[in-house]
């Protein structure tokens, strides 16, 4: 079973979920790309490092979701959900696979592909919108802005770049995926 990346639901409002994440590390790359292209860019460079394209920094303990290869790499556990976040310039996306919660910076292989970088994200209070359905530009778009003006009705603060959230892999029918928005609010 995929592990998914934790968090604490602090209380619920009309059109969201207003979420506790604890700090988390990310391997992510950059793309330059339309929306829906960005991630299927990305995924196999990302894939490769979580499948072993690594080298170990340190041997991983056997309470951690991973097993040695025979090369001397690490295999990482796929963990959910894939996050892309707008980048700075138009058609620019961040894409982030979230690392199983048993690993830290010390403990987590350093990638072997140059665009793979390894990133600590915060602990971090968020608004999350659920919902299920096609991963397309528009149904994203449509929510963060629901998202937004949820928040913003809530009396909270949006405080960084909305993260698009998919759980599920592109074999899974579109009407049972699992999708997230989510807005970091301030504290």
Do not use: C
Request: net charge positive; no cysteine.
């Amino acid at each position: 079973m995929t592990e998914q990346q934790p968090y604490r639901v602090v209380s619920r409002h009309p059109g969201f979920e207003l979420r506790r994440y604890p700090a988390h590390l990310v391997a992510e790359m950059q793309i330059q790309a339309s929306f829906t292209r960005a991630p299927i860019e990305a995924f196999r460079p990302l894939t490769a490092y979580i499948g072993g394209a690594n080298r170990a920094r340190h041997p991983i303990g056997s309470a951690a979701p991973a097993m040695a290869a025979a090369s001397g790499s690490e295999k990482i556990a796929m963990t959910v959900p894939v996050v892309q976040i707008e980048g700075e310039r138009p058609g620019a996306y961040l894409i982030q696979f979230v690392m199983p919660a048993s690993f830290t910076t010390a403990t987590l292989p350093e990638p072997v592909d140059a665009r793979v970088r390894i990133h600590a994200v915060p602990a971090r209070l968020a608004a999350a919108m659920r919902f299920s359905g096609r991963w397309t530009e528009q149904a994203f778009s449509q929510r963060a802005t629901m998202l937004g003006r949820s928040v913003t009705a809530a009396g909270l603060q949006p405080t960084g770049a909305i993260r698009y959230a998919r759980f599920d892999p592109p074999w899974k029918p579109w009407f049972l995926r699992r999708n997230e928005v989510v807005l970091p609010v301030v504290e």
